[in-house]
């Protein structure tokens, strides 16, 4: 199992209730170690995917295996390798800090002994120090960010999934962040990051998958997807490289 | 997950639970408390004086258990009804459990830990008041007891599907207000069904909440209108259909994994 890729996906098909096909057979491979961006435009399907992942979201057809373990059969155990910094702010608002880390680390079966010295780094390491007995509902966009890290990385995951978590974050924030999260891949955590901020991902990421549609629309390194911008007709638009591969790949179903 | 990592788990979610139970404490044990006051005083000292004695016993000692466990019903099921419903729906920090190990079956027994725990202790804090009016004599202790843990858990259950199925807040007040509250009051707190007509007395046999209130007024009083065993068994036979219903919702996703 230790060869095993980060995450596996395969053929992973989602159809919600109402009919939206969100993910049309969905195949990609995260490996172990890597930084690795999933970009697309809104509505592109990445959320459904992270969702399936984290089995938030019940998949309609395909394989996710996580490490080697397959969601359908090994969930649980799948489910350890795991820390989701969700897209939507969830934790308690009447929580403190200190108390949902905590808490999450007991979902994990880490007893509070354990949980509590852990909390208190992560919350110190993430700027949280003098917040971590506030009130959670009176914390900053970016605090709230950085408390669900520090809550998504509690257990020590292998892998790190984080869904846009510096939207809304102030620009040197952001860059705070980038530091964190490259510091935790030198430490051999596997990253996969959806972002809006394409120069985000082509900063910090190994590897990138562009979905559009439900269906990826290129996936390599960042050096290979880069490199497609010299076959494209660039100059159209004033940006940077990945952001003008981007906007020629998603721009036609778009249209 | 090993033995030990679950019991982490659950003990969390039920502590977590607790904890916000204490601290809004006027919210969750109080109004059960000023309730009951009122019961006891209407229909207990000013009505019941005038009624005397009901089976062989002052009707305050007659209604103690019914109203004991109109409280422990209702503060059961709206407990976790409540706490899942807005961890799903308002704060969606129910996410914290879906992403974990933790298995759908711990997390019922959490969230009912949570509910068994705010009932029992409003039912203690009833029988409390109780003792401001009347004394009754607990004739089985280990009724008493039982029939307030199995009350809890089968409500706790129920609040539980309640919680997973709402989609808002109407969701979770209607089932009290138009299901239970009647099935309370017609299972039995006020009354024996010896005082019903036979087609009343035979659909009363299908509220679960009879069940109840006879087999707790049994620990009080020694007495009631069903047999023990067969309250027992109907209480054992609906814990065993609610956990089941609730280990399908959750284990399939239904109203939690979009």
Same mark, same amino acid.
């Given at each position: ?13 989602? $159809? ?6 969100? #993910? ?24 459904? #995917? ?9 998949? $309609? ?51 509070? +002994? ?75 955590? $596997? ?34 997807? #880069? +490199? ?15 952001? +003008?591969?981007? #906007? ?8 | ?12 979610? &039920? ?23 009122? /019961?006891?005083?209407?229909?207990? !000292?000013?009505? %019941? ?17 019914? &109203? ?7 503060? !059961? ?28 079956? &711990? ?7 949570? %509910? ?6 409003? %039912? ?5 008041? !109780? ?25 706790? &259950? ?35 069904? =010896? =005082? ?14 009879? /069940? ?35 280990? /399908? ?10």
């Amino acid at each position: 199992m230790t060869d095993a890729p980060a995450l596996r996906v395969e053929n992973l098909e989602k $159809t919600y209730k109402e009919g939206t096909k969100a #993910l049309k057979g969905v195949t990609l491979t995260v490996p172990q170690g890597d930084f690795f961006a999933l970009l697309g435009p809104n509505g592109a399907g990445k959320t459904t #995917l992270i969702g399936i992942v984290t089995s938030l979201v019940m998949k $309609t057809a395909g394989t996710v295996t996580v490490f080697g373990h397959d969601i359908d059969r090994e969930l649980e155990k799948a489910k350890t390798y795991i820390g989701l910094v969700g897209q939507e702010v969830n934790f308690n608002p009447f929580e403190k800090p200190l108390d949902i880390v905590v808490n999450q680390a007991g979902y994990y079966g880490i007893p509070r +002994s354990i949980a509590l010295p852990r909390a208190e780094k992560l919350l110190d390491d993430l700027g949280l120090k003098d917040k971590k007995q506030a009130n959670s509902m009176q914390l900053s966009g970016g605090m709230k960010r950085r408390l669900m890290i520090a809550r998504a990385l509690i257990h020590q995951p292998k892998f790190l999934i984080l869904d846009e978590p510096t939207a809304g974050v102030d620009v040197e924030l952001r860059r705070q962040m980038w530091e964190y999260l490259e510091n935790l891949t030198k430490q051999g955590t $596997t990253i996969l990051l959806t972002t809006h901020y394409l120069e985000e991902a082509e900063r910090l990421a190994k590897h990138v998958a562009i979905i559009n549609k439900g269906e990826i629309a290129a996936e390599g390194t960042m050096d290979d997807i #880069l +490199s497609l911008y010299e076959h494209e007709k660039h100059g159209k638009y004033n940006a940077g490289k990945l952001e +003008s591969i981007f #906007l020629e790949l998603t721009k036609e179903k778009n249209a | 997950m090993n033995l030990y990592e679950m019991w982490i788990s659950f003990y969390t979610i &039920l502590r977590k639970d607790v904890i916000r139970q204490a601290r809004v404490w006027s919210q969750t044990f109080l109004p059960s408390v000023v309730t009951s006051v009122l /019961y006891f005083l209407v229909f207990g !000292s000013i009505i %019941g004086e005038r009624i005397g004695d009901f089976g062989g016993v002052p009707y305050i000692h007659f209604i103690v258990p019914g &109203l004991v466990m109109l409280a422990v019903v209702m503060n !059961s099921y709206s407990n976790v009804a409540f706490t899942f419903f807005t961890g799903k729906f308002f704060s969606r920090n129910i996410d914290e459990i879906l992403v974990s190990p933790t298995p759908p079956w &711990l997390m019922i027994a959490g969230y009912v830990g949570g %509910g068994v725990v705010r009932g029992v202790v409003t %039912g203690l804090l009833v029988i409390l008041v !109780s003792l401001f009016f009347a004394v009754p004599a607990i004739v089985h202790w280990w009724a008493v007891v039982l029939f307030l843990i199995l009350s809890s858990v089968i409500f706790s &259950l129920a609040g539980l599907i309640n919680g997973i199925y709402a989609k808002n807040f109407d969701g979770i007040s209607i089932v009290p207000t138009f299901v239970l509250t009647p099935l309370v009051y017609l299972g039995g707190v006020f009354y024996s069904i =010896a =005082a019903l007509p036979s087609w009343w007395q035979a659909a009363t046999y299908w509220n679960p909440i009879f /069940y109840l209130i006879n087999g707790f007024r049994y620990g009080f009083l020694g007495f009631s209108d069903v047999p023990l065993g067969a309250a027992f068994a109907v209480l054992l036979a609906l814990i065993a259909a609610l956990t089941a219903v609730n280990w /399908y919702l959750i284990r399939k996703g239904l109203g939690l994994r979009n």
